[in-house]
Protein backbone atom coordinates (compact mmCIF):
# COMPACT_ATOMS: atom_id res chain seq x y z
CA UNK A 1 0.00 0.00 0.00
CA UNK A 2 1.19 3.11 -1.03
CA UNK A 3 1.74 5.99 1.89
CA UNK A 4 2.52 9.32 0.35
CA UNK A 5 5.70 11.03 1.68
CA UNK A 6 6.77 14.91 1.16
CA UNK A 7 8.65 15.31 -2.35
CA UNK A 8 11.81 16.39 -2.17
CA UNK A 9 12.99 19.99 -3.94
CA UNK A 10 12.39 23.55 -2.99
CA UNK A 11 9.07 24.05 -2.07
CA UNK A 12 7.50 27.86 -1.57
CA UNK A 13 7.45 29.53 2.32
CA UNK A 14 4.43 31.13 3.76
CA UNK A 15 5.09 34.43 5.41
CA UNK A 16 5.15 34.60 9.17
CA UNK A 17 1.64 33.82 10.28
CA UNK A 18 0.21 36.18 13.40
CA UNK A 19 1.59 35.59 16.89
CA UNK A 20 -2.06 34.84 17.68
CA UNK A 21 -4.22 34.76 15.03
CA UNK A 22 -8.03 36.96 15.74
CA UNK A 23 -10.17 35.12 12.41
CA UNK A 24 -13.02 34.87 11.18
CA UNK A 25 -14.20 32.26 8.56
CA UNK A 26 -16.11 34.36 5.49
CA UNK A 27 -16.46 31.52 3.52
CA UNK A 28 -20.25 32.65 3.17
CA UNK A 29 -19.05 36.14 1.68
CA UNK A 30 -18.85 34.91 -1.97
CA UNK A 31 -21.80 34.01 -2.30
CA UNK A 32 -23.66 36.43 -0.26
CA UNK A 33 -22.30 38.87 -2.74
CA UNK A 34 -23.38 37.41 -5.56
CA UNK A 35 -26.83 37.09 -4.40
CA UNK A 36 -26.80 40.85 -3.63
CA UNK A 37 -25.56 41.37 0.00
CA UNK A 38 -23.74 44.30 1.32
CA UNK A 39 -22.91 45.09 4.99
CA UNK A 40 -22.46 48.29 6.36
CA UNK A 41 -19.87 49.03 9.32
CA UNK A 42 -21.03 50.24 12.93
CA UNK A 43 -21.93 53.87 11.95
CA UNK A 44 -24.27 52.48 8.84
CA UNK A 45 -21.67 52.99 6.04
CA UNK A 46 -21.37 50.25 3.20
CA UNK A 47 -17.71 48.95 3.30
CA UNK A 48 -16.12 46.04 1.61
CA UNK A 49 -16.53 42.99 4.40
CA UNK A 50 -13.38 42.36 4.42
CA UNK A 51 -11.57 45.73 5.50
CA UNK A 52 -14.63 46.14 8.42
CA UNK A 53 -13.48 42.86 10.03
CA UNK A 54 -9.66 44.08 9.48
CA UNK A 55 -10.19 47.72 10.14
CA UNK A 56 -12.96 48.18 12.60
CA UNK A 57 -12.25 44.68 15.13
CA UNK A 58 -8.17 44.08 14.65
CA UNK A 59 -9.19 40.53 12.36
CA UNK A 60 -5.92 39.22 10.75
CA UNK A 61 -7.05 36.30 9.82
CA UNK A 62 -9.45 34.61 7.35
CA UNK A 63 -10.64 30.69 6.92
CA UNK A 64 -12.21 29.25 3.78
CA UNK A 65 -13.66 26.30 3.12
CA UNK A 66 -13.06 24.05 -0.12
CA UNK A 67 -15.42 21.21 -1.02
CA UNK A 68 -14.58 18.63 -3.70
CA UNK A 69 -17.62 18.94 -6.38
CA UNK A 70 -19.83 21.30 -4.66
CA UNK A 71 -23.02 22.20 -6.33
CA UNK A 72 -23.85 26.05 -7.22
CA UNK A 73 -26.36 26.73 -4.00
CA UNK A 74 -24.83 29.97 -2.61
CA UNK A 75 -25.00 28.71 0.53
CA UNK A 76 -24.77 24.86 1.05
CA UNK A 77 -22.40 24.32 -1.99
CA UNK A 78 -20.09 27.49 -3.76
CA UNK A 79 -17.29 27.01 -2.23
CA UNK A 80 -15.19 25.07 -5.06
CA UNK A 81 -11.38 25.38 -4.94
CA UNK A 82 -11.19 28.57 -7.65
CA UNK A 83 -13.84 30.28 -5.88
CA UNK A 84 -11.80 29.91 -2.36
CA UNK A 85 -8.49 30.90 -3.85
CA UNK A 86 -9.97 34.00 -5.49
CA UNK A 87 -11.91 34.86 -2.10
CA UNK A 88 -8.36 33.95 -0.29
CA UNK A 89 -6.18 36.57 -2.68
CA UNK A 90 -9.23 39.03 -1.43
CA UNK A 91 -8.09 38.65 2.43
CA UNK A 92 -4.24 38.08 1.32
CA UNK A 93 -4.28 41.20 -0.50
CA UNK A 94 -5.77 43.08 2.52
CA UNK A 95 -2.61 41.77 4.65
CA UNK A 96 -4.57 38.40 6.20
CA UNK A 97 -2.92 35.16 6.72
CA UNK A 98 -5.39 32.34 5.47
CA UNK A 99 -6.38 29.71 6.89
CA UNK A 100 -7.76 26.48 4.21
CA UNK A 101 -10.49 24.34 5.32
CA UNK A 102 -10.84 20.81 3.44
CA UNK A 103 -14.03 19.20 3.58
CA UNK A 104 -12.90 15.95 1.36
CA UNK A 105 -16.54 15.99 0.52
CA UNK A 106 -19.62 17.88 -1.94
CA UNK A 107 -21.29 19.30 0.93
CA UNK A 108 -20.83 20.03 4.89
CA UNK A 109 -18.64 17.19 6.58
CA UNK A 110 -19.28 17.65 10.55
CA UNK A 111 -19.58 15.31 13.38
CA UNK A 112 -23.07 13.66 12.16
CA UNK A 113 -21.77 13.40 8.38
CA UNK A 114 -18.93 12.51 6.67
CA UNK A 115 -19.81 11.54 2.86
CA UNK A 116 -17.34 11.22 0.23
CA UNK A 117 -17.31 13.31 -2.84
CA UNK A 118 -20.01 11.36 -5.46
CA UNK A 119 -17.06 10.86 -7.66
CA UNK A 120 -15.30 8.81 -5.15
CA UNK A 121 -17.78 6.90 -3.75
CA UNK A 122 -16.77 3.38 -5.29
CA UNK A 123 -13.18 3.99 -4.71
CA UNK A 124 -10.73 1.79 -2.96
CA UNK A 125 -8.77 2.37 0.70
CA UNK A 126 -5.96 3.20 -1.53
CA UNK A 127 -8.02 5.38 -4.13
CA UNK A 128 -9.32 7.68 -1.43
CA UNK A 129 -6.08 8.10 -0.41
CA UNK A 130 -4.93 9.10 -3.96
CA UNK A 131 -7.33 11.12 -4.25
CA UNK A 132 -6.96 13.15 -0.93
CA UNK A 133 -3.54 13.62 -2.31
CA UNK A 134 -4.33 14.74 -5.37
CA UNK A 135 -7.03 17.38 -4.30
CA UNK A 136 -5.27 18.66 -1.44
CA UNK A 137 -2.43 19.91 -3.69
CA UNK A 138 -4.70 20.53 -6.34
CA UNK A 139 -6.45 23.39 -4.18
CA UNK A 140 -2.74 24.53 -2.52
CA UNK A 141 -1.87 24.95 -6.24
CA UNK A 142 -5.12 27.32 -7.01
CA UNK A 143 -4.44 29.25 -4.22
CA UNK A 144 -0.81 29.33 -5.04
CA UNK A 145 -1.63 30.35 -8.64
CA UNK A 146 -3.77 33.51 -7.18
CA UNK A 147 -0.39 34.19 -5.30
CA UNK A 148 -1.29 32.61 -1.84
CA UNK A 149 -0.16 30.06 0.54
CA UNK A 150 -2.23 29.38 3.26
CA UNK A 151 -0.69 29.71 7.06
CA UNK A 152 -3.00 26.62 7.74
CA UNK A 153 -4.81 24.39 6.41
CA UNK A 154 -7.49 21.92 8.21
CA UNK A 155 -7.38 17.91 6.91
CA UNK A 156 -11.14 17.60 7.51
CA UNK A 157 -13.96 19.29 9.24
CA UNK A 158 -15.25 18.65 12.17
CA UNK A 159 -13.70 15.21 12.22
CA UNK A 160 -15.03 13.73 15.67
CA UNK A 161 -15.51 10.28 14.14
CA UNK A 162 -13.00 10.54 11.34
CA UNK A 163 -13.83 11.19 7.56
CA UNK A 164 -14.68 9.51 4.27
CA UNK A 165 -17.29 7.32 6.16
CA UNK A 166 -17.14 4.47 6.19
CA UNK A 167 -13.51 3.63 5.24
CA UNK A 168 -12.29 6.56 7.68
CA UNK A 169 -14.86 6.26 10.35
CA UNK A 170 -12.45 5.95 13.31
CA UNK A 171 -14.77 4.05 15.60
CA UNK A 172 -14.32 1.72 12.86
CA UNK A 173 -10.90 1.90 12.06
CA UNK A 174 -8.43 4.50 13.89
CA UNK A 175 -5.18 3.67 11.28
CA UNK A 176 -7.68 4.33 8.01
CA UNK A 177 -8.74 7.64 9.58
CA UNK A 178 -4.53 8.06 10.84
CA UNK A 179 -3.50 7.15 7.39
CA UNK A 180 -6.12 9.61 5.46
CA UNK A 181 -4.70 12.34 8.07
CA UNK A 182 -1.24 11.60 6.92
CA UNK A 183 -2.13 11.98 3.42
CA UNK A 184 -3.54 15.25 3.46
CA UNK A 185 -0.54 16.68 6.02
CA UNK A 186 1.86 15.50 3.50
CA UNK A 187 -0.09 16.64 0.92
CA UNK A 188 0.27 19.67 2.24
CA UNK A 189 4.14 20.18 2.70
CA UNK A 190 4.82 18.82 -0.59
CA UNK A 191 3.50 22.40 -1.67
CA UNK A 192 4.61 24.10 1.24
CA UNK A 193 6.54 22.94 4.17
CA UNK A 194 5.62 25.81 6.51
CA UNK A 195 2.41 25.81 6.20
CA UNK A 196 0.63 24.29 9.51
CA UNK A 197 -1.75 21.35 9.48
CA UNK A 198 -4.72 21.04 11.80
CA UNK A 199 -7.08 18.35 12.52
CA UNK A 200 -10.27 19.41 14.09
CA UNK A 201 -12.92 18.52 16.41
CA UNK A 202 -16.21 19.98 17.34
CA UNK A 203 -17.28 20.37 21.14
CA UNK A 204 -14.06 21.80 22.61
CA UNK A 205 -15.21 21.35 26.14
CA UNK A 206 -15.39 17.24 25.65
CA UNK A 207 -11.80 15.89 26.50
CA UNK A 208 -12.73 12.41 26.81
CA UNK A 209 -13.56 12.88 23.13
CA UNK A 210 -10.56 14.63 22.32
CA UNK A 211 -8.23 11.95 24.10
CA UNK A 212 -9.90 9.18 22.13
CA UNK A 213 -9.44 10.88 18.70
CA UNK A 214 -6.57 12.89 18.96
CA UNK A 215 -4.87 10.08 21.36
CA UNK A 216 -6.08 7.13 18.74
CA UNK A 217 -4.58 9.44 15.91
CA UNK A 218 -1.30 9.57 17.26
CA UNK A 219 -1.37 6.08 18.09
CA UNK A 220 -1.50 5.11 14.48
CA UNK A 221 1.26 7.32 13.64
CA UNK A 222 -0.38 10.38 12.37
CA UNK A 223 1.93 13.55 11.82
CA UNK A 224 -0.27 17.05 11.92
CA UNK A 225 1.00 20.17 13.63
CA UNK A 226 -2.27 21.97 15.45
CA UNK A 227 -5.24 20.50 17.80
CA UNK A 228 -8.83 22.80 16.22
CA UNK A 229 -11.42 22.85 18.39
CA UNK A 230 -15.17 24.04 17.66
CA UNK A 231 -17.15 26.16 20.70
CA UNK A 232 -20.64 26.82 20.15
CA UNK A 233 -21.79 27.93 23.30
CA UNK A 234 -25.15 30.00 24.78
CA UNK A 235 -25.28 32.52 26.65
CA UNK A 236 -26.23 30.80 29.64
CA UNK A 237 -23.51 28.56 29.44
CA UNK A 238 -20.67 30.11 27.62
CA UNK A 239 -18.41 31.00 30.81
CA UNK A 240 -18.14 27.50 32.10
CA UNK A 241 -17.88 26.01 28.59
CA UNK A 242 -14.80 28.31 28.09
CA UNK A 243 -13.58 27.17 30.99
CA UNK A 244 -13.32 23.32 29.94
CA UNK A 245 -12.44 24.45 26.92
CA UNK A 246 -9.07 26.13 28.28
CA UNK A 247 -8.82 23.36 30.78
CA UNK A 248 -9.36 20.30 27.44
CA UNK A 249 -6.41 22.99 25.30
CA UNK A 250 -3.56 22.43 28.42
CA UNK A 251 -4.50 18.53 28.86
CA UNK A 252 -3.90 18.60 24.75
CA UNK A 253 -0.96 20.45 24.79
CA UNK A 254 0.50 18.80 27.71
CA UNK A 255 0.10 14.83 26.54
CA UNK A 256 0.48 15.66 22.71
CA UNK A 257 3.07 18.52 22.62
CA UNK A 258 0.80 20.37 20.23
CA UNK A 259 -0.25 23.64 20.02
CA UNK A 260 -4.31 24.58 19.81
CA UNK A 261 -6.09 26.74 18.13
CA UNK A 262 -10.32 27.65 18.68
CA UNK A 263 -10.83 27.50 14.78
CA UNK A 264 -14.41 28.24 14.92
CA UNK A 265 -16.90 30.26 17.41
CA UNK A 266 -20.15 31.61 17.82
CA UNK A 267 -23.50 32.44 19.10
CA UNK A 268 -26.63 33.52 18.11
CA UNK A 269 -26.77 37.10 17.21
CA UNK A 270 -29.61 38.43 19.19
CA UNK A 271 -27.02 37.73 22.48
CA UNK A 272 -24.94 40.27 21.47
CA UNK A 273 -23.66 41.63 25.02
CA UNK A 274 -23.23 38.01 26.05
CA UNK A 275 -21.29 37.07 22.75
CA UNK A 276 -19.22 40.25 22.94
CA UNK A 277 -18.25 38.71 27.00
CA UNK A 278 -17.81 35.37 25.15
CA UNK A 279 -15.33 36.85 22.81
CA UNK A 280 -13.46 38.75 24.59
CA UNK A 281 -12.83 36.02 27.54
CA UNK A 282 -11.89 33.05 24.80
CA UNK A 283 -9.50 35.32 23.28
CA UNK A 284 -7.73 36.40 26.24
CA UNK A 285 -7.42 32.83 28.06
CA UNK A 286 -6.32 31.04 24.69
CA UNK A 287 -3.58 33.73 24.18
CA UNK A 288 -1.95 33.73 27.67
CA UNK A 289 -1.92 29.82 27.44
CA UNK A 290 1.06 29.33 29.01
CA UNK A 291 4.13 29.11 26.21
CA UNK A 292 2.60 30.69 23.38
CA UNK A 293 0.45 27.32 23.02
CA UNK A 294 -2.71 29.01 22.20
CA UNK A 295 -2.59 29.91 18.28
CA UNK A 296 -5.49 32.13 18.08
CA UNK A 297 -9.37 32.21 17.76
CA UNK A 298 -11.96 32.25 14.48
CA UNK A 299 -15.35 33.24 14.79
CA UNK A 300 -17.21 31.36 12.39
CA UNK A 301 -19.49 33.31 9.58
CA UNK A 302 -19.80 36.70 11.41
CA UNK A 303 -20.71 38.61 8.33
CA UNK A 304 -24.04 36.45 8.02
CA UNK A 305 -27.25 38.44 8.73
CA UNK A 306 -30.14 36.56 10.92
CA UNK A 307 -31.84 33.81 9.29
CA UNK A 308 -29.50 33.67 6.21
CA UNK A 309 -29.08 29.99 4.32
CA UNK A 310 -32.19 28.67 5.76
CA UNK A 311 -31.76 29.70 9.46
CA UNK A 312 -28.41 30.24 10.85
CA UNK A 313 -28.39 33.15 13.88
CA UNK A 314 -24.67 32.68 14.73
CA UNK A 315 -23.74 36.06 12.43
CA UNK A 316 -22.76 38.95 13.56
CA UNK A 317 -24.61 41.44 11.85
CA UNK A 318 -28.11 42.52 11.22
CA UNK A 319 -31.30 42.24 9.52
CA UNK A 320 -30.57 46.52 9.21
CA UNK A 321 -27.04 45.49 7.62
CA UNK A 322 -25.11 46.98 10.28
CA UNK A 323 -22.84 44.87 13.11
CA UNK A 324 -24.00 43.47 16.29
CA UNK A 325 -21.20 44.00 19.29
CA UNK A 326 -20.44 40.39 19.06
CA UNK A 327 -16.99 41.09 17.51
CA UNK A 328 -16.23 44.26 19.66
CA UNK A 329 -14.78 40.93 22.01
CA UNK A 330 -11.35 41.12 19.01
CA UNK A 331 -10.55 44.51 20.23
CA UNK A 332 -7.57 44.86 22.99
Not at 60 to 68: G, K
Not at 75 to 100: E, F, I, Q
Not at 152 to 181: F, P
Not at 214 to 235: H, K, R
Amino acid sequence: MTIYGVNGGSVPQVSAAPAFAKGADISWVAGMEAQGYTWKDKNGVTRDIIQILKQDYQINSVRIRVFVNPSSNYGNGYMNKDRAATLAKRAKDAGMSVMLTLHYSDSWADPGKQNKPAAWASYSFQQLMDAVWNHTREVMTAMQSKGVTPDWVQIGNETNDGMLWNDGKASLNMQNYAWLINTGNNAVKSISTATKTIVHLSNGYDNSLFVWNIGGLIANGATFDIIGMSLYPTSADWSSKVTQTVSNSNNMISRYGKPVMITEIGMDYNQPAAAKSFVADIKTKIRNIAGGKGLGVFYWEPEATPGYNGGYNKGAWQADGKPTIALDGFLN
